[in-house]
T-cell receptor, first 114, second 114 residues
């Protein structure tokens, strides 16, 4: 079946602009995660959605970062007033916690802030 | 605090030789354990995972891993490495008590020489 998809695959933006990154999880997966991967920082947890529960936002690095998940499916990660240190690969993953299926990761969005 | 240690940053093995990648964790809860593989420019692919039960788990591509609670380890093994196994390997730990978010190790880069 279809895996996790992310768009765009690459995004180049100018410092100070806002960006939106999209994640389409595997159909039926109730849990959705956002991670960031950058040189020197490894894989950093950003935010976790599970069903209708309040999201775990403990990994968001600043209030410029936000995420939402509409209808328990698609998620959007928004970065406002981008900074050069936001340049990284943003990875989304989904899982079905009840069955232990996953987490499975998408291909990522490479964000470059000039 | 939860942490995952992959002691080896780089490992080089000859094609056809056996492989063991080390992973140690520090976790204040019953852990779920994962190994992922990442090829250059690609997302993370789930190789195998341990939730409960048999401590020796089989994964895709001929990989296996053994959970040793007494040693807080979850080492990845393969009896005969193929050139296509060259990639970066990540160990990760999660737990229901911590909302299922995964904590990743820093990764081990595997080089295969012919």
């Amino acid at each position: 079946g279809a895996g996790v998809s992310q768009s765009p695959s690459n995004k180049v933006t100018e410092k100070g602009k806002d960006v939106e990154l999209r994640c389409d999880p595997i159909s039926g997966h109730t849990a959705l995660y956002w991670y960031r991967q950058s040189l020197g920082q490894g894989l950093e947890f950003l935010i976790y959605f599970q069903g209708n529960s309040a999201p775990d936002k403990s990994g968001l690095p600043s209030d410029r970062f936000s995420a939402e998940r509409t209808g328990g499916s698609v998620s959007t990660l928004t970065i406002q007033r981008t900074q050069q240190e936001d340049s990284a690969v943003y990875l989304c993953a989904s899982s079905l916690v009840a069955s232990g299926d996953g987490p499975f990761f998408g291909p990522g969005t490479r964000l470059t802030v000039l | 605090a939860q942490s995952v240690t992959q002691p080896d940053i780089h490992i080089t093995v000859s094609e056809g030789a056996s492989l063991e990648l080390r992973c140690n964790y520090s976790y204040g809860a019953t852990p779920y354990l994962f190994w992922y593989v990442q090829s250059p420019g690609q997302g993370l692919q789930l190789l195998l995972k341990y939730f409960s039960g048999d401590t020796l788990v089989q994964g895709i591509k001929g990989f296996e891993a053994e959970f040793k609670r007494s040693q807080s380890s979850f080492n990845l093994r393969k009896p005969s490495v193929h050139w296509s196994d060259a990639a970066e390997y990540f160990c990760a730990v999660g737990a229901l008590e911590y909302g299922n978010k995964l904590v990743f190790g820093a990764g081990t880069i595997l080089r295969v020489k012919s």
